[in-house]
Nanobody, 125 residues
Framework: QVQLVESGGGLVQAGGSLRLSCAASGGTFSRYGGGWFRQAPGKEREFVAAVTWSIGNTYYADSVKGRFTISRDNAKNTVYLQMTGLKPEDTAVYYC??????????????????WGQGTQVTVSS
């Protein structure tokens, strides 16, 4: 059983940066793919970024491509989401998630087995 804990959210002005962290425990996290999703009030949870477990291939939603960077440090059992050029529309609760092994699609919430509790990111204009 893998437990995920996000941190690093907060309030930032438009154009600013934040780095989210997702610390994993209870499993061999290096063998899990990691993903970030977000959910704004009244909206469905949407894919943000993902990183595969072995080679470390990365995938991004078009809305964050070029601004956000996902990475992982297997020695620390942690996945990061570096967010730059933040916009008010990036405001949401951000969730990290983990899926064992490979997946054919990292952009669907149903792909993931484990979820964190979420961290709030608020971008003011």
């Amino acid at each position: 059983q893998v437990q995920l804990v996000e941190s690093g959210g907060g309030l930032v002005q438009a154009g600013g940066s934040l780095r989210l962290s997702c610390a994993a425990s209870g499993g061999t996290f290096s063998r899990y793919g990691g993903g970030w999703f977000r959910q704004a009030p009244g909206k469905e949870r949407e894919f943000v970024a993902a990183v595969t477990w072995s080679i470390g291939n990365t995938y991004y939603a078009d809305s964050v491509k070029g601004r956000f960077t996902i990475s992982r440090d297997n020695a620390k059992n942690t996945v990061y989401l570096q967010m730059t050029g933040l916009k008010p529309e990036d405001t949401a609760v951000y969730y990290c998630a983990a899926v064992p092994g490979y997946s054919i699609s990292y952009s669907y919430p149903s792909t993931y087995r484990y979820w964190g509790q979420g961290t709030q990111v608020t971008v003011s204009s």
